[in-house]
């Protein structure tokens, strides 16, 4: 994925419309790791799961996770670090990053998990199915969080 770093009115019509192509791709990527979860709770005979309105809300959570997390503006350019590197663990930037980073991890790998379960036509019990239903919401969380802060401060970055 490339970081572009112009304004998105400087944005070629072309290049607007693959990076809205990329973000559909990373929602409908979400919903689809939010399916399989849901699918995996629900062969565990979780009856919090058990309607379609249950799965299409897990489904949209793992839409707004991976629509905000995976994809953050871009550093802007007084606050990025330069050669040398600082000594430290980094800036409050790359924490957010990190943020985004563990909780795309954390819900791929509760998909994971989810799928292999199904496939493998495992017998889901509801505690592992609850435990990786929570890390895969956790996961969601993460991203969508560190999203709205990386968009709060490029906001608040571009406004002074």
């Given at each position: ?63 707004a996770g991976f629509y905000l997390g995976i994809d953050l503006p871009p550093v802007p350019p007084d ?52 435990l990786i239903g929570f890390c895969w919401a956790a996961g969601a969380t993460m991203q969508m969080v560190?999203?709205i802060i990386a968009r709060m401060r490029a906001n608040a970055s571009n406004r002074s």
């Amino acid at each position: 994925m490339i970081k572009r770093r112009d304004p998105w009115h400087t944005r070629s019509t072309i290049s607007r419309s693959a990076h809205v192509l990329e973000r559909t791709g990373l929602a409908l990527t979400g919903a689809a790791c939010g399916l399989f979860v849901a699918a995996h709770l629900g062969r565990a005979d979780i009856n919090l799961i058990g309607s379609g309105a249950a799965v299409l809300a897990v489904m949209v959570y793992g839409a707004a996770g991976f629509y905000l997390g995976i994809d953050l503006p871009p550093v802007p350019p007084d606050h990025r670090m330069h050669l040398p590197l600082r000594h430290g663990l980094g800036s409050r930037w790359d924490v957010v990053e990190l943020l985004s980073a563990a909780g795309t991890f954390v819900a791929a790998v509760a998909a994971v998990v989810s799928v292999s379960s199904i496939i493998l036509d495992e017998t889901a019990r509801p505690i592992a199915a609850l435990l990786i239903g929570f890390c895969w919401a956790a996961g969601a969380t993460m991203q969508m969080v560190a999203g709205i802060i990386a968009r709060m401060r490029a906001n608040a970055s571009n406004r002074s």
